[in-house]
């Protein structure tokens, strides 16, 4: 099974993707996980994306294709691997597509997290981090013991989680056209308990 998983900021994307690589017995491949690796690994390509990464500007999608290319044929991915945080846009999809084409492999499904964006929004501000554990907490589903040591992250102050989900936006409004027309798309609906979500995900993959 090779999946691209796909959700924006609060989506519960990474729960599911937990839930996905272990039904499937498969590894999470996340790019900025392979770019600090590489990074402190010394390799040709690591040194490069860290040039660029100490100038504070994005890696170029050669050095990022790269580093999928060669994450993949390592012996954990041959029966699958799923795909977090890449491919972002229509031309990382297509080089991802050659990469697969060169090894002799496909891509099995695209799943997209479907959450209205006003919930999106609630799930995200308010969210708190306890700063003596790091334990994060909703102040609406999942509420923080009375002795906790809050902190409003930055990221998660509304007008910052509005600005991450118009960019995702802006880079998925090409990326599931394209994943459509190829028939790969799955959407499934994120609302609702854990299980619940994840139980549609994996329906979602074993069709």
Do not use: W
Not at 6 to 24: D, L, N, Y
Not at 26 to 41: F, H
Not at 106 to 113: E, G, S, T
Not at 136 to 164: G, M, S, T
Request: include cysteine.
């Amino acid at each position: 099974m090779i999946v691209v998983l796909i959700g924006p900021p609060a989506s519960g994307k990474g729960t599911q993707a937990g839930a996905i690589c272990q039904r499937f017995g498969i590894p999470q491949i996340s790019t900025g996980d392979m770019l600090r690796a590489a990074k402190a690994a010394g390799t040709p390509l690591g040194l490069a994306a860290a040039r660029v990464m100490d100038l504070g500007q994005l890696v170029p999608d050669e050095v990022v294709i790269g580093l999928v290319d060669e994450r993949i044929k390592h012996v954990d991915c041959q029966p699958g691997f799923l795909l977090d945080g890449f491919p972002r846009t229509v031309p990382q999809a297509e080089a991802l597509e050659r990469v697969l084409v060169r090894a002799g492999r496909k891509l099995d499904a695209v799943v997209q997290l479907d959450v209205p964006r006003a919930l999106l929004v609630e799930r995200a501000i308010l969210r708190r981090t306890d700063k003596r554990t790091g334990k994060i907490y909703h102040l609406k589903y999942n509420p923080p013991p009375a002795d906790a040591v809050l902190e409003h992250r930055a990221d998660d102050q509304e007008a910052q989680v509005n600005k991450r989900l118009d960019a995702y936006e802006d880079i998925t409004s090409a990326l599931l056209p394209f994943y459509q027309g190829r028939g790969l798309l799955r959407r499934v609906e994120g609302v609702g308990s854990l299980d619940e979500v994840r139980a549609r995900v994996v329906a979602a993959l074993d069709a």
